[in-house]
Structures are given as C-alpha cells and as structure tokens.
C-alpha cells in the first residue's frame, strides 16, 4: 500500500512561483516512476510532468522551461517547481505513481494563479 500526500499549493500572482511536495509512505518510493497532473473542472486530468529511473524527466509543452519535476529518495518526497505561473496553470495539482498496479494517487493540492 502506498499513501502519497501533496502539499504546497495555493494563491500566487501571475509570474510567481510555488513547489508542490508530495510525499510518499511504502519503502517502493525509490524504485517507483512518479508523475504530476492537473486537473480544472469540466476538463480531463492531464500529465505536466515526469520522473523515471535515473532521473529522467519530461513535461507537457504548456510547461517546458518554467517547471520543474525532482525526487528525494531519502525524503520519499517528489517536488514540482513552478516558475512564472500563469493564470492558465490554475488547476488541482495530482501525484501518482507511474507503472504500478494499481495506481496511486494523492488526494490534491489547489493551485489558484490569479492578481
């Protein structure tokens, strides 16, 4: 069983900056593939980025170069970097595990980007 909590989020203006933390129970974390989503109301949850084995990343390209996807195994703790945020960014913000079964997925963090 794996429990994944997120935490960090909240109101920022337009160009500000937060990290969102998700911290993992379950020895696994280390060997586990992990991943951020977002989710607005009405719209589909969608992939902003991940994280593999040996540190390889990726990320939707509404994103690319502004956030920033990492993992501390001894904290069992994933962290999404976000810089100059946009009103569009606006969004629940998700953790889960990649490649598992089942899946996991934390229970959400609001991100409101808004003057």
């Known amino acids: 069983q794996v429990q994944l909590v997120e935490s960090g989020g909240g109101l920022v203006q337009p160009g500000g900056s937060l990290r969102l933390s998700c911290a993992a129970s379950?020895?696994?974390?280390?060997?586990?593939?992990m991943g951020w989503y977002r989710q607005t109301p009405g719209k589909q949850r969608e992939l902003v980025a991940i994280?593999?084995?040996?540190?390889?990343?990726n990320y939707a390209d509404s994103v690319k170069g502004r956030f920033t996807i990492s993992r501390d195994n001894a904290k069992n703790t994933v962290y999404l970097q976000m810089n100059s945020l946009k009103p569009e960014d606006t969004a629940v913000y998700y953790c889960?595990?990649?490649?598992?079964?089942?899946?996991?997925w934390g229970q959400g963090t609001q991100v409101t980007v808004s003057s």
């Open positions: 994280i593999i084995s040996g540190g390889i990343t």
């Open positions: 889960r595990t990649l490649y598992t079964s089942p899946i996991y």
């Open positions: 379950g020895s696994i974390f280390s060997r586990v593939a």
